[in-house]
């Protein structure tokens, strides 16, 4: 399958710094991505629609000045965490969907710890 | 809005048995089914997927059921192995416009083969 690289694997921060996460679709073209955030022990929620180009789309409920979203090219979105607080420690997910196939494939998670 | 309930929760056979995870979904414009394992500190991994123009594909030890009607789909895992263990999704999606990829995901089943 198509490979979705994100970085980095896992980050320590101190509480009110922010932090950025990188999604790349490394060999294919991705308009959309999609950033999903996932507790212990549970399933993945959906943040954002990420469409290269445009504002990205917010789900209910998350805060888009606190998770803030570029899409600059076809193979890169970011999702910064702004002024990160230890409740925003999670492990973020961002999945791309190949322009020409149309599925979506997902990155290897970033583990944000806020300290 | 989507919402995929999946059961088990949590599964635990023997070697060489076989697993079933069940799927049900609501909305009746989903069109695209896939099934996603998940390792420790990973993201998921797609590992079949199925549209609702099909009732049922196979790859290997793996096969995916879909019931339109019922809205049902279910995993089924023969021949299970040790490195089976893991958790795994069932996911739902209208593959249509910019919706495609945009999956909702069922609650996951934690499924552990014992050698």
């Known amino acids: 399958g198509a490979v979705v690289s994100q970085h980095p694997s896992w980050v320590i921060c101190k509480s009110g710094t922010s932090v950025k996460i990188e999604c790349r679709s490394l060999?294919?073209?991705?308009?959309?991505m999609f950033w999903y955030r996932q507790f212990p022990k549970q399933s993945l929620m959906l943040m954002a629609t990420s469409n290269e180009g445009s504002k990205a789309t917010y789900e209910q409920g998350v805060e888009k000045d606190k998770f803030l979203i570029n899409h600059a090219s076809l193979t890169l979105s970011t999702l910064t965490v702004t002024s990160a607080h230890p409740e925003d420690s999670s492990f973020y997910i961002c999945?791309?969907?190949?322009?020409?196939?149309?599925?979506?494939?997902f990155g290897q998670g970033t583990r944000l710890t806020v300290v | 809005g989507e919402n995929v309930e999946q059961h088990p929760s949590t599964l635990s056979v023997q070697e060489g048995d076989s697993a079933v995870i069940k799927c049900t979904y609501s909305d009746s414009a989903s069109n695209y089914f896939p099934w996603y394992k998940q390792e420790l500190g990973k993201g998921p991994q797609l590992i079949i997927d199925?549209?609702?123009?099909?009732g049922e594909k196979k790859d290997q030890r793996i096969a995916v059921t879909l019931n339109k009607t019922a809205k049902h789909f279910s995993l089924h895992i023969t021949e299970t192995q040790p490195e089976d263990s893991a958790v795994y999704f069932c996911a739902a999606s209208n593959a249509g416009g910019t919706s495609y990829g945009k999956l909702t995901f069922g609650q996951g089943t934690i499924l552990t083969v014992h050698p």
């Open positions: 999945s791309a969907r190949n322009v020409g196939a149309g599925d979506a494939f």
């Open positions: 199925i549209r609702s123009n099909v």
């Open positions: 060999d294919f073209q991705a308009t959309t």
